[in-house]
């Protein structure tokens, strides 16, 4: 049974911070590629950053300076360091998994999603 479980989300004012948390289960976490999205309603969703296997990172120009995304293969678990934060960027983060690059359309297992808030 695969799972990717998120934590971490919740309220934060503009210019905070909050850390995210992704742990999987049911993967050879080693060998996927990991990815957070987020979905804010009523926009596409959006791919916010991914790691590669080998800890190759890539980030959406949109947060690139402000997000950190990293691996712990220890304990399987990815993270979104997320600095800075905009109103704009809150929505639902999703965590995924996929054997093959993660990419805008595709990724082969999602997290439930967990809400991210930025407001005063």
């Known amino acids: 049974q695969v799972q990717l479980v998120e934590s971490g989300g919740g309220l934060v004012q503009p210019g905070g911070s909050l850390r995210l948390s992704c742990a999987a289960s049911?993967?050879?976490?080693?060998?996927?590629?990991m990815g957070w999205y987020r979905q804010a309603p009523g926009k596409p969703r959006e791919l916010v950053a991914t790691?590669?296997?080998?800890?190759?990172?890539n980030y959406a120009d949109s947060v690139k300076g402000r997000f950190t995304i990293s691996r712990d293969n220890a304990n399987n678990t990815v993270y979104l360091q997320m600095n800075s934060l905009k109103p704009e960027e809150t929505a639902v983060y999703l965590c995924?998994?996929?054997?093959?690059?993660?990419?805008?359309?595709?990724?082969?297992?999602w997290g439930q999603g967990i809400q991210g808030t930025v407001s005063s």
């Open positions: 790691i590669t296997s080998t800890g190759s990172t």
């Open positions: 995924s998994a996929g054997r093959l690059i993660i990419t805008r359309d595709r990724a082969d297992y």
């Open positions: 049911g993967i050879t976490f080693g060998i996927y590629h």
